[in-house]
């Protein structure tokens, strides 16, 4: 059997209705499930990207990609491997007010983590960390004593070590449908 690896798929797309749906069902038919999901506006207007984090054989992600790349919406699909990528989550973490104040050890906890208070309220206060997912784990775990009233994590972003050339790609793509 062949060694799986952790990937992190790029897929640059129209904003289309129903895309989403299409692109899980490739995952779905093959019964695989994503570590991690985000989507955003990429560095084209009007193009978005999806980033979507697996764990599978080359073989197997290089078959999703091609499979990806078919969708009528699709422009352009890449996979690239954790040592091709720089990659970062962010954590929202809200806790009890009274804990701020009361236990010094959060203070202390929230430094050391580099973490950042963004609100204050007499009820709660929320902080964010950005790092890579064991770090936001780990503050996540830390924070449980202390009344963690809720929390939320996004999906992988990542940028590529490597230029990926897709601005190239797309204009060839835009003008072959111009001509």
Do not use: C, W
Request: charged share 25%; aromatic share 10%.
């Amino acid at each position: 059997m062949s060694e799986t690896t952790r990937y992190t798929i790029s897929i640059y797309t129209e904003n289309n209705i129903g895309l989403l749906n299409r692109i899980s069902a490739i995952f779905l038919k093959r019964h695989i499930n994503f570590l991690s999901f985000s989507t955003s506006q990429s560095e084209i207007p009007d193009v978005f990207r999806f980033i979507i984090v697996v764990k599978m054989t080359e073989s197997g992600v290089k078959k999703i990609v091609q499979q990806i790349e078919k969708q009528v919406d699709v422009i352009k699909a890449f996979y690239h491997t954790d040592e091709e990528t720089i990659f970062q989550e962010s954590a929202l973490y809200k806790v009890k007010s009274s804990y701020l104040f009361e236990e010094r050890q959060i203070q202390n906890i929230i430094k050391d983590s580099h973490a950042n208070i963004v609100t204050v309220s007499p009820e709660f206060f929320v902080i964010e960390k950005t790092g890579f997912r064991h770090e936001t784990e780990k503050l996540r775990e830390d924070l449980v004593p202390y009344g963690l009233l809720q929390f939320v994590r996004s999906g992988r972003i990542s940028v590529t070590k490597s230029a990926m050339g897709i601005s190239e790609i797309l204009n060839n793509f835009n003008n072959q449908n111009n001509d």
